[in-house]
């Protein structure tokens, strides 16, 4: 026959049911090819949402209370392949960044993208790999319960006094590995900056002395007993180290942090977090802690299913970086959500001058369109006005309503960070939406009110002055189109000044964490010619000036010159992109409305432009706040999945009170 059909594999599964399959601890390929058929029972059909996963653990769980021939092969599968395969690789690599650093990281996971690493047969890795074969096991792996991996655990038969030497031979060379990889890192001079004290007392450096002790003790031949102290000790110094390390991530809130010490103390934590699991289960006091083995299992899971990934070590490198910068920007978000009427009121009043400022903005801006300059340097030109009108509004502490939602979503961030609340206040939350709003609300409606009635003012008075004006006849006209909403594509055109706004304040914040972590005022002040040339008091006002100031002047102008270079992009490129600001749009439609006149237009189609204009603002708004919490809540570690029930407490607190969301109570109920 050309072909021969392909019989069939026996079930282990069903075999040992019913009774037809007795495992040896010897027999590793029989022991792999049940525990495969085993996570087989378990995994979801590829048609079948995730979550089914744990109905079928529940089935295989209660096969396991019926079934003693498949209880036997389960344990001898499980402890056939622990006692038979190198756990060191598992211990001590998988589920650990590797701390040779992000760019040879970077390149050692895009190397293995193409051409897999080789795994030994031998490695327990590489049952793991052939156990859970398919790329997206860790999602299912991760959506079961706690509770029923426990059941599952309890039927492996594992002991927490461990009688088999070569087993615990390989948990002690994992433990040194680690411990040693803990203090390199921990005399590294990035870590050793934040330490006090000296190399004697140093944490890092006594808990592997310690762990040097227990092995040199465990190989003399001393019995568990004896080495429980030790290993209590050795518990106390890796907390510690933990500890130590949370006390730089609390000043690093304060001065910055940087991409290389975050990368180490990321490979501290994690390597420090699997000795505690090494030492639970080497001293041998019966009172293991199976959750942090269940922990572990999962995390095993997802990196070797992972461990290529690219955009999780961009996650898990970036991130705390990112938290960084979203806490300056959330500092920073503060005073952009008002609780007090009197609050309240002053916000409306800084949007007032903001839109006071922004109106000579745009009529500049219309002004340089006349200078028909080659379209690289019309763009520049049009930046360097916005760049100049953002931060005259900054220095003037005046509001500019679309620069809050990529700062006041970081502060709502911040109310769900279990870093800082055990446990999320909701209703408090709804409350921090409903001033957001509100705070929100002010602030577009001081920047309208100023604007609208200004610009045409000003273009009024223009035409008075030099007999001609800003803009007449067609040019009115299409400056009033391109604010239609559906005679043009300002809304879609007001998603891109969104992307704009929050990448701005992205820079802001990325550039205000580098200045807190280089601690440049100090820098300046020590200044060689600085020092000389300037007096100490004014030195000392430049240096936290620039301190304090550079991370949203560079946001200022970064945001300039988005706005300003985005139209050039037609003239250079042909590619239709451009942006719509609300204020400016607001500003634009003064001048056309002047320049063509009331009499002359229908007041349907200008009420249309307005509500366009108002359409521009809450694109503007919504792109940007979604961007900058999204960023927010994925760098503090937070699923919002876990609070399903937050837009419950939102709708009844909104239907109870819908005036909070747009101005503040009298007598506050908060």
Known sequence: MLFKKKHKRPDSYKASIDEALALSLSDKDACLIFLVDFINRIRPKAWKRKETAETNMQLVIADLEKSARLRHNLHIAVVGTLYNTKLLPALTESGLLISRGFVQEFITRLNHKFIPALQQQDDFLYFINHIFYKEDDYAWVETITRESWHQLFSY?????????????SQLYQALIALSYKVAQLGLEPVVGHYMTFSVYDNPFIKQNHK?????????????????????????????????????????QAESGASLSLTYSILVMYSSLERMK????????????DSNKLIDLF??????????????ELFSQSFGYVAYQIAEHKGAKGGKYITSSPAEYYKMMLTAIWGGFIISFIAVFKSLLGWLHLPPFWQ???????????????EETHSTLATK????TASAVAESLDTRKNEQPNLYNLAITVARVVRSQFASFFGNLVAVFPLTYMLAWGYDALFHHKIAGGADAMKMLEDQHPWHSFSLLYACNTGVFLFLSGLIAGFIQNKLQYSRIADRLMQHP????????????RIAYYIQNHLGSIAGNVSLGFFLGMSSILVKVFGIPFDIRHITISAANVGIATYGIGFQNLQWQYLLTVILGVLGIGFFNFLVSFSLAFIVAVKSRGIK??????FLKILWRYLKKYPLDFIRPRRKLHE
Do not use: M, W
């Open 404 to 407: 809050q939602p990529a700062f």
């Open 640 to 645: 919002l999945k876990d609070y399903p029930e």
């Open 156 to 168: 492996f038969g594992l002991s927490p006094k461990l009688d088999n030497q070569a087993l615990q």
């Open 298 to 311: 999962r995390l095993v899971v997802r990196f070797e299913k992972r461990k290529n990934s690219l955009r």
């Open 379 to 393: 763009g520049v030109a049009y930046s360097i006005n916005y760049s100049f009108g953002f931060l005259l509004i």
């Open 277 to 288: 699991l090494l030492t639970d289960a080497l001293e041998g006091d019966q009172h293991f």
């Open 211 to 251: 762990a040097n002790i227990l092995q040199a003790q465990k190989l003399e031949g001393q019995n568990s007993d004896a080495l429980l102290p030790g290993f209590k000790e050795l518990n106390t110094l890796v907390d510690e180290c933990l500890h130590c390390l949370d006390e730089i991530r609390e000043i």
């Open 529 to 540: 010619v600085l020092s000389i040339t300037t007096s100490p008091a004014r030195l000392k």
